[in-house]
C-alpha cells in the first residue's frame, strides 16, 4: 500500500502529493499499515474542528481531564499534521509548536510545557532551536488489539511522526521535546526520546508526566547508519549470489564436459 504526503503551507496551500516507497517509511513490510492513508497538514475549519473531536475523545478515553479550550488554545500556534484514510477520516494527530523568538503570551512561556519544565527547557534552548511535539492522539478503533498486534499498534502512527520530523530538518529544529505520561516513556524512546525532567503533575490534564526530549541530528545519523547497514547486507547477499551462479555454471560446464565426452 502507499502512503501520500502533502505538505500545502510549503507550496502556498496548494498541495503536492507524492508517494514514498518502504525505504522512505522506515519499515520493509508497509502492508502493516492497515489501511492506505495519506499524511497532511491541515489548514481549513473543517479539519480543525475533527482534529479537535478526535483529542477530545482520545483523552476521555485515557482519562485525561483537559478542556476543550486549552486544546484551542495550543493549538492556535501549532501546524497540525493528520492522517487521513481512504475514506478521508481523520484516524490520528500530531501537532508541533516551534520556539517563537518572543514570548507568546504574558505567563513569560515560550512553549507549552514550559509551565512545568522551565528550567529544562531554557537548558535546551541554549544548546540549539527547539519545537515541542503536542496533542498526539488516535481514534481507537483505528488500533488493533490483542498481543499479536504489538508491532502493528506501534507502527501505525509511524508515518505521522516522521513526516513530523521531515518538516523539523526542513525549519531548522535541533531538538524535539515533548511532556507525556511515563508509561508511554518505551514508545518515545523507539523515536530516540530520551528523559530530561523528572516526573510532574501536569495540571492542565491533572495527570503525571515526564519531559523527553531527542536530538534530530542523532536521529538523522541513525537513520543514515540503517541504511549504511541494510546496503552492506544486501551487498554481502548479492556477493553470494554471484558466487552460487559461478559454482552453477562450473557444474554446468563439467557435466556437458562428462556429457560430451562419452
Excluded at 503551507?9 to 495519506?38: C, Q
Excluded at 479550550?69 to 495550543?74: A, H, N, P, Q
Excluded at 501546524?79 to 514570548?103: Q, Y
Amino acid at each position: 500500500k502507499k502512503i501520500f504526503m502533502q505538505n500545502a503551507r510549503a507550496i502556498g496551500g496548494g498541495g503536492e502529493e507524492k508517494v514514498i516507497g518502504a525505504s522512505d517509511i522506515g519499515t520493509s513490510n508497509p502492508e502493516k499499515l492497515r489501511e492506505e492513508s495519506e499524511v497532511v497538514e491541515i489548514f481549513t475549519k473543517e479539519d480543525f474542528d475533527k482534529t479537535i473531536e478526535l483529542i477530545m475523545k482520545d483523552y476521555k478515553a485515557g482519562r485525561l481531564g483537559v478542556l476543550e479550550k486549552r486544546i484551542i488554545y495550543d493549538l492556535s500556534s501549532a501546524h497540525t499534521f493528520v492522517i487521513k484514510n481512504e475514506r478521508g477520516e481523520i484516524i490520528s494527530t500530531l501537532s508541533v509548536v516551534l520556539d517563537p523568538k518572543e514570548k507568546t503570551d504574558n505567563t513569560g512561556r515560550f512553549l507549552p510545557m514550559e509551565e512545568i519544565y522551565p528550567e529544562e527547557i531554557a537548558e535546551l534552548r541554549k544548546t540549539g532551536r527547539i519545537a515541542e511535539i503536542i496533542k498526539f492522539a488516535t481514534k481507537r478503533k483505528s488500533m488493533t488489539s490483542g498481543r499479536r498486534h504489538k508491532e502493528e499498534k506501534n507502527l501505525y502512527p509511524l508515518p505521522l511522526f516522521l513526516k513530523v520530523f521531515a518538516y523539523g530538518l526542513e525549519n531548522g529544529i535541533d531538538y524535539f521535546c515533548i511532556a507525556v505520561n511515563p508509561k508511554r516513556g518505551k514508545f518515545y524512546e523507539s523515536f530516540l526520546f530520551k528523559q530530561v525532567g523528572e516526573e510532574k503533575i501536569y495540571p492542565s490534564v491533572n495527570a503525571p508526566a515526564i519531559a523527553m526530549c531527542m536530538d534530530l541530528k542523532e536521529w538523522t545519523k541513525k537513520i543514515e547508519e540503517s541504511k549504511q547497514t541494510t546496503m552492506k547486507k544486501l551487498e554481502k547477499i548479492e556477493k553470494k549470489k554471484e558466487i552460487l551462479i559461478e559454482k552453477f555454471k562450473k557444474t554446468e560446464e563439467t557435466e556437458a564436459r562428462k556429457a560430451y565426452g562419452k
